[in-house]
């Protein structure tokens, strides 16, 4: 879809906005007589708004009243209508008219570095879901009163949706679940949409300020919540949805359609195993995000941008490793949906909290094995003294599980699609295929060197997958 710039109050919209604060009035309404009747009158107004907007050529940008109603239309939904309707619309919305985004002139004209500088436009006036100017809310993420969702509220939302799948699992199938999950998921896309492209300018022009002013960064630098309660809590969230959607599918195979038919709620309960998996995916890119930012907040630090009003802040990366050591039950999800290239950089710090670090140098040579990678720690697992003292702190299980994890990212990281971006301590995955030979080889080693000192634990399901794996490869190569 075209990007259009976001201009409020423009006159194109003055039908539509006399029809707004009569919206605005009937929040909170959940009377049965005139709840139906108030379902169809939103469902006409969001209709009405994407007929003015997102027409082809004629459409203008929705004022911040627009916007907001639509919001509460989307807080004060009791159908699953009005949820996915109002979703889709701020979606197509926000993509059409960006708060941020890159100028036109970002794109390069000639060979030279300096012709493909990007101009960062940030449109000040328009709306967002998010207030931290007071950052008072301690109760719930919005209230009817129309406050916006600040960092306390964005934290007890994600609480209360982690409460609820605890509770009730995969049977979890009431509309305000699923609405907490969809909002949710736009709260994300917002931070997504206005980091993206502030990280991207500060990539290319090193202006911390256009960083730091990023509504992530603000959301994370509140001193209203506790940030690494908050991650923990998110990391936990994501976990349990990754499980609840594996679970709920096989669930739902038992259910016949005729018995989903006879459910009150039968749209919800259709719906919900998307809505899972959707938020689950949400939620990974939160994760992504923020390292992503931790990255650019390093460089800034190294070059001496950072100041005290930045605060200070442990990155995500160590919070989700210590997590993930000291809860294994949430290892196996993680694994399962992260990212390549985080997940294989988390993999490698999980293996050197525990490597000695006299192993870094093998007793035939005076060779220096970096373990600052994946090769490297592969390296150091095929010396069965270094697998000896690695099993005495890690069980076999979780080694095996990482190794399989490791090489399977490791094996989509090596596509050369899939190469740019990556951090120098990455620097193996980027050589040639005949990296990748040595990378089954010590993998097969290391798999060979923890039979050997642990020979009551069989291999898992995951470590005979990447045993086979490794094989296939090195058999393609010779």
């Not at 999950?181 to 090193?206: G, H, S």
Request: with cysteine; hydrophobic share 40%; proline share 3%.
């Amino acid at each position: 879809m075209e990007k259009r710039r976001r201009v409020g109050g423009e006159d194109g919209n003055r039908g539509v906005e006399e029809n707004t604060m009569a919206i605005l009035d009937t929040f909170g309404f959940s009377s049965s007589t005139i709840a139906h009747h108030l379902n169809d009158d939103r469902l006409a107004y969001l209709e009405a708004v994407r007929t003015a907007c997102l027409l082809p050529d004629s459409g203008s940008s929705p004022t911040p009243k627009m916007l907001e109603a639509i919001f509460h239309i989307m807080m004060d939904a009791d159908s699953l209508d009005l949820i996915m309707e109002s979703y889709q619309l701020f979606v197509e919305l926000d993509k059409c008219f960006p708060r941020v985004y890159l100028s036109k002139e970002e794109e390069p004209v000639s060979s030279s570095p300096t012709s493909m500088l990007s101009e960062l436009v940030v449109v000040e006036e328009s709306w967002i879901p998010f207030n931290f100017a007071s950052d008072n809310n301690h109760g719930k993420a919005t209230n009817h009163s129309g406050t916006l969702v600040d960092s306390v509220g964005f934290h007890t939302h994600v609480q209360e949706i982690a409460k609820v799948a605890r509770e009730m699992g995969s049977n979890a199938v009431e509309t305000v679940f699923l609405k907490n999950m969809i909002l949710l998921q736009y709260l994300i896309i917002v931070l997504e949409r206005d980091f993206c492209p502030r990280n991207f300018a500060y990539q290319e022009n090193k202006n911390w300020v256009i960083v730091r002013e990023s509504t992530l960064n603000l959301l994370l630098g509140s001193r209203k919540i506790n940030y690494k309660v908050l991650m923990k809590d998110c990391l936990s969230l994501m976990c349990d949805l990754s499980e609840l959607t594996v679970s709920g599918e096989t669930s739902n195979h038992d259910n016949s359609l005729e018995e989903i038919s006879h459910e009150s709620n039968g749209a919800v309960l259709l719906a919900l195993p998307e809505v899972k998996k959707s938020t689950c995916m949400a939620l990974k890119k939160l994760f992504v995000l923020t390292m992503e930012l931790d990255s650019s907040r390093r460089i800034a630090d190294q070059q001496g941008l950072i100041t005290r009003a930045d605060g200070v802040r442990t990155p995500v990366m160590e919070i989700i490793l210590d997590e993930l050591i000291y809860n294994n039950d949430t290892l196996l999800p993680f694994l399962q949906v992260f990212d390549p290239k985080w997940k294989l950089q988390i993999i490698t710090q999980y293996f050197q909290k525990y490597i000695p670090k006299s192993s870094v140098q093998t007793r035939r040579s005076s060779e220096v094995i970096n373990t600052e990678n994946f090769s490297g720690i592969l390296k150091c697992l095929s010396n069965r003294n270094t697998t000896k003292n690695v099993i005495k702190k890690i069980i076999p299980e979780i080694v095996q599980l990482l190794l399989a994890y490791g090489l399977q990212a490791y094996l989509v990281l090596s596509n050369e699609h899939l190469l740019e971006g990556l951090p120098d301590s990455m620097e193996d995955v980027k050589s040639k295929s005949d990296n990748v030979a040595n990378i089954c080889k010590n993998l097969i080693s290391a798999f060979t060197c923890l039979r050997q000192e642990d020979r009551l634990s069989s291999f898992s399901s995951h470590a005979k997958e990447a045993l086979v794996t490794a094989a296939v490869v090195l058999s393609s190569k010779s």
